[in-house]
């Protein structure tokens, strides 16, 4: 791996731990030699991207500065104007946890949310950046999208680097539910006790798809019942973002 690719790897592994992480921490868990991850952490520190010591058990963390270049970069490319109205209305309407994610690179990449529960038992997700395509209803959304060639293997390489138990033909036959309803639902396959369903966000009518949109809650509220009678609004949100993508580059990375 590129010193590139393990400064990035570093970055990405602070952004889930922001009251930060040692440097031996950060060499363990990602593989790192001591040494290396030492001189990568300096040219982070010096380039404005961390804060941190020399001390073996000093802690490094993000500045703001990565975090603030994140939110410019949605800000320009329409979310702040043209899509979180739209999450923030689906969000208020179902009272739940509302999420984007848009295809970048063959994958699929959480970039936006809104919550609507208030009060209550609350959903906050993992930060993850990047969506598992086999175990959430975002992920297999995206999947019904595709023919089953395709779909088998995106399937296969999401879970190869990791111990999976996963019935890959039973997936592919839920997708294919997932294909006909337009929409798909899990439930707590992904987080014990949540339940969510998800619709492709497509450019057109029936163009290609360029994301996700979701709603997500405790399963107590997220019944079979419930969900079938948010699902037109998710639906139609989706048709809204569709809409929405024309005018914005974020939705440009499939």
């Known amino acids: ?39 990568l952490l300096t040219g982070l520190i010096e380039s404005g991207y961390l804060h941190g010591g020399p001390g073996k058990t000093d802690l490094f963390r ?8 994140g939110l410019a970069y949605l800000g320009a490319t329409g ?12 969000a208020k309407r179902t009272g739940e946890l509302v999420r984007l994610a848009v295809i970048e690179g063959g994958n699929l990449t959480w970039v936006a949310k809104s919550q ?14 990047e969506v598992h395509l086999p ?22 390489r999401s879970i190869a680097d990791k111990a ?12 294919a539910i997932a294909r006909t309803h337009g929409y798909a639902v899990v439930s707590e396959s992904y987080e014990a006790g949540t339940s969510a369903v998800a619709a492709p966000i497509r450019r057109g009518a029936a163009g290609d798809p360029i994301g996700t949109v979701s709603i997500a809650g405790p399963t107590i509220r997220m019944t079979p019942k419930r969900i079938q009678e948010i699902a ?23």
């Open 1 to 39: 791996m590129s010193s590139r690719n393990r400064a990035i790897s570093i970055l990405e592994l602070l952004a889930q731990h922001p009251w930060g992480l040692t440097a031996r921490d950060i060499a363990d868990r990602l593989a790192i030699p001591f040494a290396v991850t030492q001189r």
């Open 62 to 69: 993000l500045r703001g500065k990565l975090p603030a270049m």
């Open 79 to 90: 979310v702040t104007d043209l899509v979180q109205p739209i999450l923030d209305d689906l």
């Open 116 to 129: 609507g529960a208030r009060s209550g038992l609350l959903y906050n997700p993992d930060t993850d950046a």
């Open 135 to 156: 175990a959430t209803a975002n992920g297999r959304a995206w999947l019904s999208c595709l023919k089953e060639p395709q779909a088998r293997v995106l399937v296969e």
């Open 164 to 175: 999976s138990l996963i019935d890959v033909d039973g997936l592919l036959r839920e997708v």
């Open 232 to 254: 037109p609004w998710l639906m139609a949100s989706a048709s809204e973002l569709g809409a929405a993508a024309s005018s914005s580059p974020l939705f440009n990375g499939a």
